[in-house]
C-alpha cells in the first residue's frame, strides 16, 4: 500500500494516495467499459452470415445521424439485415443484459446475498406462467413477434413478484430480508407447479413456451426495443440514484437506521426498480439465466466491491456481455440457432460455483 | 495535516419515565436518566436488564409505549431518523461489517446523515472522514479491506464510522466485548480522550464492572428493565448491589487512588 506523507499535504485536504479516497466512478474505468461495449457493438453488427463490410456499416451508421448524408454502398437487402436484422437485434441483447446486471447486482447489496439473481422474487416463474397461459389460452394472439406473450411474461412477473413482497412483509418481523427469500421460493415453486399442470394438459403449446423459457433473441425488433425501454430506462435511474445507499444497506438493517436511513423504504424501491426492469426485460428475452450473477461477479473482481462502481460498470458489461453471448448463440451452430439461455448458463453454471465457494471467504 | 475535527458543543440526554415492551413483554419500566453535556455514564446490568434497550431508545431506535426522550432542547420523537442521526452516534455491540469494503469507503459510511439523501459526500465529507481516519491512526490502513484488520483495528474502524458521524452524543454497546484486556483498555482511553476533545456525550453499557467504574462519572445499574441503583461508582458498586442484581459473590476493592475495583470471587475456595 502506497504510504501517506501526511506532511506534505495540505492542511485540511486529502491526501493524495490511493488509499485514502474513496470508491467512486473514475473516467479510465467508465472509458474502459465503453470501449469494451463499442467493441462488442460493432461484432455484433458485422459477425453473421452476410458480410457487411466495417466501412459500409459505418458508413450507414453514420448517415442516419442528424445532418450528415453519406453513401454507404450497401445493397437495400444488405441495408435491411443491417437495419432490421442486427441492430434491434444487439439494442435488445444490450438492454435486457444491462438490466438483468443491474438488477442481480442490486438484489445481491439489498439481499446481502452473492448468490441472489434478478429471478430471486419469482419474477421467472410467474413470467413463465404468464407466457403460458397466454400460449394455452391465446394461442392466435401469441404467435406473433409482439404479440401478447410478451405483455402476459410481463403481468406474470409483476403478480409473482408482488405476491412474494406481499407474502415476506406478513412473514417476517419487520420485513426482514431473509422471509421475503422464503416467499419467493414459495412463489417461485407454486407458479412453477401451475405452469406444469397447464403444460402437460396442453401439450401442443410445449415447443413454443420451452423455447422461451430457454431464452431467444431471435424475434428482436425495433417494436420490442420501444416496449421495453421505458421500463429498462426508469430502472436503471432509480437504481443508479440509489447506489450510494446500497453500500449503507451493506452495514446491516439496525446499523444503517442508526445512520438515518430507512432500510425497509431503501429495499422497497431498489426491489421495485430491479423487479420492473427484470419482468420487462424477461418479457421479451425469455429467461436468460446466470447474467445477474456473471456480470456483477466479474465487475467486484476487477473494480471494487463498492455498489457505487458496481450497479453503472455492470450495466456496461452486462450489456457488453448478453451481447456476446448472443453473437455466439447465433453463429456456434449456424445456420441453427442455440437458445441464448443455454449458453449463458453453459458459462453461467461453472462460475456460480466458483462464487459459491469464495463467497464463504470473502462476501459474508 | 492540520484538519480540524468539528468540535460539537456537549448535549444533555434526559430519559424522562420511558417504558418499553416487545411483543407485550416489557423490556424498560418507566426509566429516568439524565446525562450532563460532556458526562460519561456507565449502564450496568445482568444480561436482559435492558441496558442495550435503554441505548436503542436514545437513538431513536425503538418506539417507546410511555415517555419521552430529549437531546439538548429536541425530543428525539420529532428529530426523525436522519436529525437523530446527526446528533447521535452508534458503535454496536456486534458491528455487522461488510468485510471487502475498504476502511476508507466503511469510515465514509458514516457521513450519510450529512450526505443528501440520494448525493454523493461532497469536500467537507471527505475532510472529516481524512480528519477521523488521521485521529484514530489509520490513515496507513485506509485502502485495506476490513476482513484483513486485526480485532484491534477493527474496532478503531467502528469507533471511527461514528466519530465520522460527528454527532455530539456517543452510545457504545459493549464497545470492548470482544477484545483482550490490553485493547480493552486502549479502546476506552480513545474513548475517553475524545469526549474530552470533542466534548461528547457517552453513554455506555458495559460488562465489566471494574472498566466501569474507572472509565465513567456516573453508573446506573438496570435490573428487570428498571433503575435499581445510580450515582458515583463507589455508592453503584457494592458486594450488596451486586449480589443482589447479578446473582454473582464479588470483592470490593479500592486502590490508593480511590478507585473501586470489583473482583469476582467464589462462595468458598477450594479445597486443597
Known sequence: MARTNLAEAPPGSLPKSAGLRPSRLRPGVVAAAVVVLLLAVAAGLLIGPVHLGPGRVLASLADRLPFVHLRSGLSPTDDAILWELRAPRVVLAGLVGATLAMSGASYQGVFRNPLADPYLLGVAAGAGLGATIAAVYLPAAAAGAVGILPAAAFVGGLVAAMLTYVLGRSGGPARSAGSLILAGVAVASLFTAAQTFLQQAHVQTLRQVYSWILGTLGTASWAQVRLILPYVAVSAFALLLHRRLLDVMGVGEEEARALGINPARVRATIVVAATLGTAAAVSVSGLIGFVGIIVPHTVRLIAGTSYRLIVPLSILYGAAFLILADIVARTAAAPEEIPIGVITALIGAPFFLVVLRSSSRSFR | ?272
Open chain 2, 1 to 272: 495535516m492540520n484538519a480540524v475535527l468539528e468540535t460539537p458543543a456537549g448535549l444533555a440526554v434526559r430519559v424522562r419515565g420511558v417504558s418499553v415492551a416487545y411483543d407485550g413483554v416489557p423490556a424498560l419500566r418507566s426509566v429516568d436518566l439524565t446525562v450532563a453535556p460532556g458526562g460519561w455514564v456507565c449502564l450496568l446490568g445482568a444480561n436482559g436488564a435492558g441496558k442495550t434497550t435503554l441505548l436503542h431508545t436514545i437513538g431513536g431506535l425503538v418506539s417507546l409505549a410511555e415517555g419521552d426522550v430529549s437531546l439538548g432542547e429536541s425530543a428525539v420523537a420529532s428529530l426523525g431518523r436522519r436529525g437523530v442521526a446527526r446528533l447521535v452516534a452508534r458503535v454496536p455491540q456486534r458491528p455487522d461489517v461488510p468485510p471487502a469494503m475498504t476502511v476508507v469507503d466503511y469510515v465514509l459510511l458514516g457521513r450519510t446523515p450529512h450526505i443528501p439523501y440520494l448525493g454523493v459526500e461532497g469536500p467537507s465529507d471527505l475532510r472529516a472522514v481524512a480528519a477521523v481516519l488521521e485521529r484514530l491512526e489509520l490513515t496507513e490502513l485506509a485502502g485495506r479491506r476490513l476482513e484483513t484488520l486485526s480485532g484491534g483495528e477493527l474496532q478503531r474502524a467502528v469507533v471511527a464510522v461514528a466519530l465520522a458521524q460527528e454527532a455530539p452524543v456517543l452510545l457504545l454497546d459493549e464497545p470492548t466485548a470482544a477484545l483482550d484486556v490490553g485493547h480493552q483498555l486502549q479502546v476506552l482511553e480513545l474513548i475517553d480522550e475524545l469526549r474530552r476533545e470533542r466534548s461528547l456525550t457517552v453513554v455506555s453499557a458495559m460488562h465489566d464492572l471494574a472498566l466501569a467504574g474507572q472509565f465513567a462519572d456516573e453508573l446506573v445499574l438496570l435490573s428487570d428493565g428498571r433503575v435499581a441503583a445510580a450515582g458515583s461508582p463507589r455508592s453503584v458498586l457494592t458486594q450488596d448491589n451486586i449480589e443482589r442484581h447479578y446473582g454473582a459473590t464479588v470483592r470490593i476493592v479500592e486502590d490508593g487512588d480511590g478507585r473501586v475495583l470489583v473482583l469476582p470471587s467464589r462462595r468458598r475456595s477450594s479445597p486443597r
